[in-house]
Nanobody
Framework: QVQLVESGGGLVQAGGSLRLSCAAS????????MGWFRQAPGKEREFVAT????????YYATSVKGRFTISRDNAKNTVYLKMNSLNPEDTAVYYC??????????????????WGQGTQVTVSS
């Protein structure tokens, strides 16, 4: 059974940073692209970032490009999202997701196989 467990969320002031982690189990982690999505109150879930199986292809939503960095450690079965220069518009529940295969192209359009339970990120002004 695939499990994705996010951690690292919390309350941070505008301009601050957080690093989210997503620990995966029950799958051959290095075989899959991974992604991060977020859902703000009253809004639909949206794509944030994705990374391919070995980390050499990454894509970002326009709203986070240059501020967020996705990375992975296949030895630890973990994907990360480093978030810098946070602003109140980044407040949301952040979800980790597993792609259907090794490349991130389908993750970018929301076609994923598994979701984590989410971790809350709140940015105060």
């Amino acid at each position: 059974q695939v499990q994705l467990v996010e951690s690292g969320g919390g309350l941070v002031q505008a301009g601050g940073s957080l690093r989210l982690s997503c620990a995966a189990s029950g799958l051959t982690f290095s075989s899959y692209a991974m992604g991060w999505f977020r859902q703000a109150p009253g809004k639909e879930r949206e794509f944030v970032a994705t990374i391919n199986w070995n980390g050499d292809r990454t894509y970002y939503a326009t709203s986070v490009k240059g501020r967020f960095t996705i990375s992975r450690d296949n030895a630890k079965n973990t994907v990360y999202l480093k978030m810098n220069s946070l602003n109140p518009e980044d407040t949301a529940v952040y979800y980790c997701a597993r792609g259907r295969g090794p490349e991130p192209d389908l993750v970018r359009i929301g076609l994923v196989v598994s979701w984590g339970q989410g971790t809350q990120v709140t940015v105060s002004s």
